[in-house]
């Protein structure tokens, strides 16, 4: 379980979360989503200790705020939304750094493992700064898996923590990166996930948060959340769920800005 109470974050002066309640199960993809600016990345950087916060933040029982770097990085893994390398690493190295981040110790078999379940074998040895922009985030999303490979360890579940990871991929690796994480989770690991793309959220998560304005709108099923009013107000232009029996939700923009 990853559960959070009452976070308020802080950042230049301006509260940029607001009391926000956020809990996700494993076994699941909960999704977060909300305009630009309404504070995703923040609750995500507060729920993995990388910004400071009041309130209460547990992964699995261990107290975000006092637990220390490597008890978080044995349990978490963490895909931020901007991936810029400063020095000229290769893409194993950047695979091995994640790995020597979790329990399992570096290893090339297991750096191989995690790029091919990218959909980047024999990347390796290549300069991480002369691949594409969708094939960096796929070597971050890499290095995030090798850091917790076994969706459950020991001691339970591992998590996956995603900021936008589809946003500069293409269709098909969209849809490659999702059933990863789908993997993960009905492998028993959590899974939280930043979405822009609705229609992807509706297709894969189970439950999702909606964010506006540094507070949470509503949290549930994804079929109680997404509906014309939510996301309508949250996004201030006028949307419409729709729903293609059996159960394939869709959501259409209804008119320009409301
Ligand atoms: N370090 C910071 N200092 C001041 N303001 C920040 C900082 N980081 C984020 N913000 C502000 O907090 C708000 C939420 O940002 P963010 O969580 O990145 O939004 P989202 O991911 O939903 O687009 C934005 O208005 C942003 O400008
Ligand atoms: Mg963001």
Sequence with gaps: MLKAQDLTVLLGGRE????????????????????????????????????????????????????????????????????????????AEIVHIGQSAGVRGAGSELTERALARVGLSGFGPRPYHDLSGGEQQRTQLARAL???????????????????????????????????????????GGVVAVMHDLNLTAMFAQSVALLALGEIVTQGPVDDVFTDQNLSRAYACSLRVNTVPPAATYILPHAARA
Excluded: C, Y
Excluded at 31 to 39: K, L, R, T
Excluded at 164 to 182: C, F, G
């Design 146 to 188: 090798a850091q917790v490979w076994d969706p459950v360890g020991g001691d339970g579940p591992n998590w996956l923590i995603l900021d936008e990871p589809v946003a500069s991929l293409d269709i098909a690796h969209q849809l490659e990166v999702m059933t990863l994480a789908r993997d993960f989770a009905r492998a028993g």
């Design 16 to 91: 940029i979360l607001r009391g926000v309640d956020f809990a996700a199960k494993p076994g699941e993809i909960t999704a977060i989503v909300g305009p630009n600016g309404s504070g995703k990345t923040t609750l995500l950087r507060a729920l993995t200790g990388d910004v400071g916060f009041s309130g209460d933040a547990r992964i699995e029982g261990l107290d975000v705020a006092r637990a220390k770097p490597w008890e978080l990085a044995a349990r978490r893994s963490v895909l931020s939304q901007f991936t810029g390398v400063a020095f000229p690493f290769t893409v």
